[in-house]
């Protein structure tokens, strides 16, 4: 079993910042690519950033430049810095993982419970 734990949402007025981080544990070999997506009410999941295991990041388009995707590989870690932000932020915030439980296994997708950030004065 893996779980991936998320913490660091709330509230924050517009402008403001937001740390997020999601920490893996459990039976882990090894995790590929970690990264954060986001859903908010009556909207589908989308992208908000990706990072590789040897910390090529990817973004959606739309926030580049305010998000800052990170990773500590020591602690099975991701991290997900928000400035500047928005109103249009406002969304519960998934942690993603794709991870090997055992040395030649297959890579399973794992998904956190996710956090709630909501951006609003």
């Known amino acids: 079993q893996v779980q991936l734990v998320e913490s660091g949402g709330g509230l924050v007025q517009p402008g403001g910042s937001l740390r997020l981080s999601c920490a893996a544990s459990?039976?882990?070999?090894?995790?590929?690519?970690m990264g954060w997506y986001r859903q908010a009410p009556g909207k589908e999941r989308e992208l908000v950033a990706v990072?590789?295991?040897?910390?090529?990041?990817n973004y959606a388009d739309s926030l580049k430049g305010r998000f800052t995707i990170s990773r500590d590989n020591a602690k099975n870690t991701v991290y997900l810095q928000m400035n500047s932000l928005k109103p249009e932020d406002t969304a519960k915030y998934y942690c993603?993982?794709?991870?090997?439980?055992?040395?030649?296994?297959?890579?399973?997708?794992?998904w956190g419970q996710g956090t709630q950030v909501t951006v609003s004065s």
């Open positions: 993603n993982a794709k991870i090997r439980n055992r040395k030649f296994g297959p890579v399973f997708n794992y």
């Open positions: 459990g039976s882990i070999f090894s995790i590929n690519d």
């Open positions: 990072i590789t295991s040897g910390g090529i990041t």
